[in-house]
């Protein structure tokens, strides 16, 4: 083997209620648009809008 670190760079979303601005960070999903409607909010009623999406790399 040539490189006996291998980098792996995982995408993350960030969902952020727009009710009661809970946010929350799940692995990113295909299809996630920034900004756009997500999903339900775990602990209210309202909906979760996409306020980020971001990379992080990790050196194993
Ligand atoms: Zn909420």
Redesign the pocket.
Known sequence: MMFSKKKITTAYTVEK??????LRKRKFAEGDVLFTESSK??????M?NIEKIFGETIEQ
Do not use: E
């Open positions: 209620c727009t009710k009661c601005g809970m909010c775990t602990s209210c009623d309202g979760t």
